[in-house]
């Protein structure tokens, strides 16, 4: 098992920044996958963005690639996401997790198997 805790999520204006971070404890981090996800008020949660076990491999969804950036620490068991140019349409809250099985990708909740317990970012516009 491992334990992740989000930080770094509040309120920013439209075409604001934030930085996000997920600090690992537990099992062997840099073996797994890491992943960020998003949940809206009445919306299923959405991948946001993956970095693979090495940290040479990162894919992101279509509607941030060129705005988010995510990356990965192995020696400090830690994973960031630097958000830029947020619009209010990604108010929601956001989640690391880490893939259930070691060096494999997935965009999909369901190949997760440990979560955070989020953390709020909120847009305005």
């Known amino acids: 098992q491992v334990q992740l805790v989000e930080s770094g999520g509040g309120l920013v204006q439209a075409g604001g920044s934030l930085r996000l971070s997920c600090a690992a404890s537990?099992?062997?981090?840099?073996?797994?996958?890491m992943g960020w996800f998003r949940q809206a008020p009445g919306k299923e949660r959405e991948f946001v963005a993956l970095?693979?076990?090495?940290?040479?491999?990162?894919y992101y969804t279509k509607s941030v690639k060129g705005r988010f950036t995510i990356s990965r620490d192995n020696a400090k068991n830690t994973m960031n996401l630097q958000m830029n140019s947020l619009n209010p349409e990604e108010t929601a809250v956001y989640y690391c997790?880490?893939?259930?099985?070691?060096?494999?990708?997935?965009?999909?909740?369901?190949?997760?198997?440990?979560w955070g317990q989020g953390t709020q970012v909120t847009v305005s516009s």
């Open positions: 997790a880490a893939a259930a099985r070691p060096r494999t990708f997935a965009t999909t909740p369901s190949d997760y198997s440990n």
């Open positions: 537990g099992r062997t981090f840099s073996s797994y996958t």
């Open positions: 970095i693979g076990w090495t940290g040479d491999s990162t």
